[in-house]
Each structure stands twice: as C-alpha cells, then as structure tokens.
C-alpha cells in the first residue's frame, strides 16, 4: 500500500533550530537546524517506511492571505540570520536523500500540503503529515494522519479523527472554528479577543461552527462574551478564513511524482562529512542488508595471527605501521588489553593479547624505535603497554592530538570520527560495539578482531590526509615538537604516579568529620532545630519560611539554595556562612579524601593520574582519575590536603615551581604595550605598578586596597572583564569600575589596540593563534547574537594569551625531562598543576635541582619581559608550598 510522508519544511526547521544549542561546524556554519531537521527525517524514514515524500517550504513572505489581511504573520520577528543560512542546506540535505521538495510563490507549506493530501484522500492513499502546528490538524481524516512533532522534533504525536476527538471533543474540520474563535498569535490571527481555547472549545460543543455561534450570540452564556462576539463578527470570520489551508493551490507535483525508493549512500555521507555530523554517519544504511544496517559496508578483508602460525607473519611487521591498541575499559591503568590491530598498504591484521604476549618477534618490533609506527593516542598506548611489561617505541604520528590540533573545540574524538573524515573504511564507535555503562560487554571473536583491525586501517589511510590538512593549517611543528614529545613526557609521569600517605588521608578525614560536627550543631543552634542540612527542600524551608531570608532565585521545586544564592544571602543571617563552610567541608571529605583513597594503587602506594592532553580549547592540560589539578586552596583544610603528597623515596623532598603571572607577561610581549614592559623588566610588582600607574601615584603611596583593584584589573583584562564583572569582583558601582577600566587603558593603550585589532583579526580569519601557533576556531565571532557574539570576542582576547602560557609550560616539560636524562639525576617531574610543576628530588641533588628548574622554565620560550619562576621544597607538598 502507498504511504504519503509530507513534511512542513518550516515548521520543522524552526523547532530544530529553537529546540537544539547554536552548533557550528569548524568552518563556521551553523548548523543546529540542520542536524535537528536530519534526526527527524533518519527517524521518519525508518519508522514509517514512506513510499512517497515530499517536503513543502514557504516559498516568501507576502502569500495570497496578506490580501485578505495586510497584517497576516505581521507580530513576528525577523528570523535569525543563524536559522535563514541553514535552509539553503536543508534543501541541499533533501537532495543528498533524493527527496522531492517543493515550494509555490504566494502559497504556504500549509497550502501545498493541504492540497495534496487532499488529491492523496480521494485516492485513499495512507498519508502522515510531519509539521509542528495544530493548523494542520484540520487536514485529519480517515486516511490522512498529522504527527505533531514534541520535544524539538526527537518526538511525534500521532493524530487520527479519535485523537482530535479525545482530546478537543471536536471533528478535524473544527480545527478551524477553533482558530477562527481563539485567534493565533504565531500568525497574527486576531480571533475574537478574550476568547482562549477552553472559551471557544466550550462554544463549538455547544454550535458547531463559528458562523453557527455568531448567529447565536444572544444564547451565549455571558454578558461580556457577547458583547465581544457582536463586536468581532467580522475578526471571527476572518480569522476563520485566514485559519482555512487551501485544498486546491496549483500545485503542479503530483502525488505520484513523490515517489521514494531510498538514497544512495555516498551523496548522503557526503554531507553528513561536510556538515560534520559524525554520530550520523553510522545511520547511513546501503543497499538495505543486515550487514549494511550494522554499518559494515563492503567487505572487509583481514587476518587473525593465531598462537602456531606467527611466523608467516613476521614479514608483514613493517615500516612505517599503523597499530591501534585495544584495552577493555576507558582508564588504561587498569584496562587489560584485548589485542592489537596492524595495518599498512595491502596488509590488516588482527594480533589477540594471548598471542601477543607470546609472540617475541612482535615484541621486538614494537618496542624497535627505528620500525616507525602511526597510533591514535600514543601516551594512552604507552601507559598501558608499560603496565603489561612491553615497550612500545618508534611512534612517528598521533592522530589523536594530531586531529585536536586541527580543531581543538572538537571533544574526545574516537577511531571512528578520524575515519567518518579522513578514511575510505567504515568504523563504528566503541559504544555500538561494546554497548555502554553497565551493559558494556567484549563482543565475541570475529566481531572484535574486525572492529580492531578496521581501526588500524583506518589510522592507515587517514595519517596522509591528516598530515596535509596539517600542513595547510601550519601546524606540522606544533605536532612535531611540542605536542608529540610531550605525551611521552605525560606518559612517563602518569606511569610514575605521586605517593600519597592513605594513614595521613584518614587522620584528615577524621578532623573533617569532627569539623562537620561541631558546625552541624552550630547549624542546628542558629535554626532552631535539627533538619537535613544536604536537602535542599528541609534547608529552603528553614531558610525562607522560619528565618524569613529574602527569595532571590526560584527553581521547579522550590526557592534555589545553591552557593551563589547563599554567598549573597551571608550578610542577612550568620547561619548561611556556617552552611558554606559545611557544603565545602563534606564537598572535601566526599570528593578529595574518599575520592583520593579510592584511587591509590594497590601495587604501588601511588596515585596515576590521566593528564588530557586534548581536551580544552586553550591547550591546558587537564587531570582526571583523578583530578589532581583542582584540589582547593583558598581553604586552609583544603591546601591540608596536599600534606599527603609525599616523596615515594625515604629522605626526598618535593619541589614545586611555579611560574609568575606568566599570562601577563605574555600579556606584556604580545600586545607591545611600552608601560607593561617596562614594569616586567624592572622587576617590579605588576600589580603596585599598575595602582601606581592608574591613579597617578608614587609607590610609596600604593595602598593595599590599590593594588587590590589593581590586581583585579590586571587578571581581568586578560579575560576581556566588562565594568559589571569588575564592579561585582571589587564591589564597587558599575560606574566606577567603568571609570577604572578607561584609566587603565588610557595607561596601557597597547594592552587596548592589542584588544581591538586582534577581535578585527578573529573575524577575519575565523581563529585566532598562539606564538606557537595553535589555533582556535571561533565560529560565533560574527554572530548577530550579541551574547555569543561577545563570548567569541572575549575569548579571542583571551586565548592567544592563555593558549601561549599553556604552550610555554609544556614546552618547559620537555626541555626539563631531556636535562634530567642528560644530567643522570634521579629527580623525578610528577605533577603539572596550571602553571606549577611538581618534583620529587633527593636531599643530593636539591641544590642543583633549585637552579637548573628555574633555569630550564625561564628559558622555555623567549619573550621580550622575563619569565620568572618561584622554587619551594618540603617533605610534602603542602610544606613545598
């Protein structure tokens, strides 16, 4: 039986577009309707099995009703430029589908819709409409269904007469009573005023009909209602007009030229590639087969190295290779490993653990640095091998940081996102192979050793084109010699790990749980009784019903008592600070000295983080498993927690180095500016320099308060801070931190045209650059969203900054393992915390150690101010603070 899909192209990219974040693709266009408006028709497609389908656009503004009433659609705002850029891509998506469109000068989608299902009725053809508005209701019958669309577009609401039937009490055709009564402010129907649905619901079970409730009026329940009636006579039948959607527009497609017989793959990858839409392109199906609808594609030719047959594979170990190492689990400190995918021109193998382990050639040449080898992420690799007691050497390529250097904004690509751009094989992502969470299962032999296996030959063919796009964006050294060296560096301290004294955790937790006792009391002092001080319902109705304190923000279920709420809450009652200080103490106990316990390594006393060396947009490492870089420190109980970090050597001490306002001194080489040089090489105290600057005063006159301002400035500026973040960081008026803004860029007027001219450049160019180049897209730069548009500025400001002092600390890294190697110490770098690295050091060789790291992080990378760095030692890292 035939089945008609008509699908209202507008209606539904608007709701896309509304319903989903502003996406970008990493050349700027926007594409949020359109991902929204592809999940709705992959689903519609699959689900419903159309023989035919057409889409219907509005095909201009002005339309046949504007002659009826010239303010027709007239309340609404002019569409984003962000959503009428992207119908121009829908179209071209339909086209990749093979899915006719059309639209019909002075006619709306409603109109060409209505039409055809109307010639689509007679013919009792099954037909759904896919639309998000109830105006399409009126077209329901026996064989036409309309499927409102919910939740964005992710969901549909089948309509048939029944439902129209439950849930108005009215017959499809009513619909357009109901709008004639009822109005629609979307489309500027006036209706009759003060008649909202249940009004005009409750008239048409009663009349029937608009015409039979206007002849009526003086048996209408209402003395207002009638008087509205009277006086709206003609803006009802109006309304019911302009609600009416055309049965007979000159549509000149038939509904027999709407035929479907599915879409070839390639023009349909094609733009899921271009659109940048990876977690579609394992939906693509082919010819239709099982095999097709797995994702699997063609076929795919490999071999399994079995345990008695590794010699005649010996040969097929060359150089260069691709090798993807495949572990059961995320944290490769733990994670056993599966086995190992090979590949290189003509060759694709798959190696099981078992035979791996066993197979001394293979071995010898993973560990040959002269055999070259092409990985996804070589330092996960490393770590992971080294666990297990092999060596992995000779890594020429690292796709993984390779790729985050093309577009940093993109987060945790996997093997398959690499090949969706830059492979001709098909790989699905881990999740489709082993499933998630709880459900996450080693699939059996043969559908693993292809999932691997298609993993190497998919970092096989991608590495060539990678490397060109590399080179188009001059990133090559960036690669080379900062990022690649760099994971071996990571992998070396991440394998290394950092002691942790568990027996001194737990003496902390108990003064923690002594601390959380006493303020408990106090807590139930202030209130007057005794509640659950971590449910938000209990502490809101102490809060805001016993102690009568001000509401400053609401949510869903109540009055909101989250932090920013109580820190402004503070001066009213002395009850909100003892709960602060409670939330940070439990937030200790729970995340920092459990967390950190669970985490020790039964093995070796130590704790191995995961540095993310592709992560954040600005190139900072992050620390995760755990996050070693965000223990608090402004809380002395806090800070405390760093005393069990301790040297994993009797008689070691901890070093720690920290560079000094490294991203105002890049600050100061990268804007020019004269008077921020000066400072820097002066030695001064920026922060006194700018008070002294800024309000005009000799040194000796710099008050603390000054420099307080001054330094809240300073830090400020760097991220583009306006006077309302200024004024709420120093509480002063707007006013006044306007004025303090405009004195210190009439001082530092190089700071400011850097400011100016390096936003001119961002729009330019859509990215902006670090000294070493690493870029960072900014696809909101241009956006006619001024919040966005502000957000992209501000970072454009920023990140050359944040981005270059990132580059300099790791470049510091590098340099300082290769003086420690060609020294011989035995002094070991554990830890990098933002702009601090970590050592643990021998009592022999803390002398040498003071001068050769300051040394090495000074001279990083040379700038026109100096790098300072500041050294401190203890028996732990609380005293090396």
């Known amino acids: 039986m035939s089945h008609l899909v008509l699908i209202d192209g507008n209606s539904i990219a608007n709701r896309a577009f509304y319903a989903l974040p502003l996406l970008s693709t990493s050349a700027g266009l926007h594409t949020n309707a359109v991902l929204g408006f592809t999940t709705m028709l992959l689903k519609v497609l699959e689900e419903m099995n159309p023989t035919h389908v057409l889409v219907a656009f509005d095909a201009g503004k002005v339309v046949f009703r504007h002659s009826e009433f010239a303010e027709y659609k007239g309340g609404r705002s002019k569409t984003p430029s962000e959503l009428s850029e992207q119908f121009p891509l829908i179209r071209d998506l339909l086209d990749a589908f093979s899915i006719r469109r059309f639209e019909l000068e002075g006619y709306e989608a409603d109109d060409i819709i209505g039409t055809l299902t109307l010639h689509a009725d007679q013919n009792n053809w099954k037909t759904t409409v896919i639309t998000g508005d109830k105006d399409m209701l009126q077209l329901v019958s026996d064989h036409v269904s309309v499927a409102l669309t919910r939740k964005g577009v992710s969901e549909i609401e089948l309509y048939t007469p029944k439902e129209i039937e439950e849930k108005y009490g009215l017959k499809p055709l009513q619909i357009i009573d109901l709008k004639g009564l009822m109005g629609d402010t979307s489309d500027n129907i006036p209706g009759v005023p003060g008649v909202g649905e249940k009004t005009a619901l409750k008239l048409l079970h009663e009349y029937g009909s608009v015409e039979s409730v206007l002849e009526n009026i003086d048996k209408v329940s209402g003395k207002k209602l009638q008087e509205n009636l009277r006086e709206n006579v003609d803006k009802a039948k109006l309304s019911k007009a302009l609600a009416t959607i055309m049965r007979d527009a000159p549509v000149e497609v038939t509904v027999e030229e709407t035929a479907y017989e599915g879409y070839t793959p390639e023009p349909v990858t094609d733009f899921f590639k271009k659109m940048e839409f990876k977690s579609l392109l394992s939906k693509v199906k082919g010819a239709g087969t099982d095999d097709e609808k797995k994702g699997k594609g063609a076929p795919f ?38 086995g190992f995918g090979l590949a290189a021109d003509g060759v694709s193998l798959y190696v099981p653990w078992d035979v791996a382990k066993e197979w001394t050639a293979f071995q010898q040449w993973l560990a040959d640095d002269q055999q070259e080898k092409w990985v996804f992420d070589g330092k996960r690799d490393t770590v992971s091998l080294a666990w297990h007691e092999l060596t992995m050497a000779g890594i020429r390529f690292d796709s993984y940081l390779a790729t985050y250097l093309l ?31 709880a459900k996450r299962l080693v699939p059996e032999m043969g559908v693993l050793s292809e999932h691997v296996a298609r993993k190497a030959t998919a970092l096989w063919q991608s590495v060539p084109r ?14 080379s010699d900062l990022e690649e060296p760099l994971s071996l560096v990571l992998a070396t301290m991440e394998k290394q790990g950092v002691k942790v004294n568990e027996h001194r955790l737990q003496q902390m937790g108990e003064e923690l749980d002594t601390q959380l006792e006493k303020l408990t009391e106090t807590i139930y002092e202030l209130a007057g009784t005794s509640f659950n001080i971590n449910s938000p319902k209990q502490l809101g109705e102490i809060l805001f019903d016993k102690l009568d304190l001000p509401v400053l923000k609401k949510t869903k279920t109540g009055p909101s008592t989250s932090a920013d709420v109580l820190e402004k809450l503070a001066p009213y009652h002395p009850i909100i600070e003892a709960i602060l200080h409670f939330r940070q103490l439990g937030k200790l106990r729970s995340t920092y000295i459990e967390g950190l316990t669970k985490e020790i390594h039964p093995g070796t006393g130590k704790v191995h983080t995961i540095f993310n060396q592709a992560t954040t947009a600005t190139g900072r490492l992050s620390s995760t498993d755990p996050n070693l870089q965000n223990i608090p420190i402004r809380l002395e109980e806090g800070r405390k927690i760093r005393e069990a970090f ?81 004024s709420q960081n120093l509480n002063i008026t707007r006013k006044e931190a306007g004025e303090f803004i405009e004195r210190y860029f009439a001082v530092f007027s190089g700071v400011k045209q850097y400011m100016e001219d390096i936003v001119k450049q961002a729009k330019q160019d859509g990215f902006v650059t670090t000294l070493l180049n690493r870029r960072r897209y900014l696809p909101d730069i241009k956006s006619s969203n001024f919040n966005l548009r502000s957000f992209a500025e501000r970072t454009a400001m920023n990140t050359p900054i944040q981005g270059t002092a990132a580059d300099i600390i790791k470049l510091a890294m590098i340099r300082m393992q290769g003086s420690l190697r060609e020294q011989g110490l035995e002094s ?3 830890l990098q915390v933002h702009d601090e690295l970590i050592f643990e050091v021998p009592e022999k060789e803390l002398e040498i150690m003071q001068q050769l790291v300051p040394d090495v992080m000074e001279n990083a990378l040379k700038l026109n101010v100096p790098l300072k760095v500041d050294v401190n030692y203890g028996r732990s890292w609380y005293e090396a603070k």
């Open 828 to 830: 070991r770098m554990l």
């Open 466 to 479: 990678i490397r060109d796009a590399m080179a188009e964006s001059k990133l090559e050294e960036l690669l």
């Open 407 to 437: 577009n940093a904004a993109e987060s945790s690509p996997q093997v398959a996102d690499i090949a969706s751009h830059y492979a001709d094989v098909q790989v699905l992502p881990d999740e489709e192979v082993y499933g998630k969470g």
């Open 646 to 726: 301790i040297p994993s050597e009797e008689g070691w001490y901890i070093l720690a180095a920290d560079y000094s306002q490294i991203e105002l001194r890049v600050l100061a080489h990268i804007s020019g500016d004269a008077n921020l040089i000066d400072a820097f090489q002066k030695g001064m105290d920026i922060h006194t320099r700018t008070a002294m600057d800024v309000f005009d005063v000799a040194e000796t006159e710099v008050t603390s308060l000054m420099r307080r301002q001054a330094k809240a400035v300073n830090f400020g500026i760097v991220y583009g801070i306006s006077d309302y973040g200024l």
């Open 301 to 338: 030719d490999f071999a399994v190295v079995e345990s008695e047959h590794t010699a005649r594979f010996a040969d097929k170990l060359t150089s260069p290779m691709a090798v993807s190492v495949e572990m059961d689990g995320e944290n490769y400190h733990h994670a056993p490993i599966l």
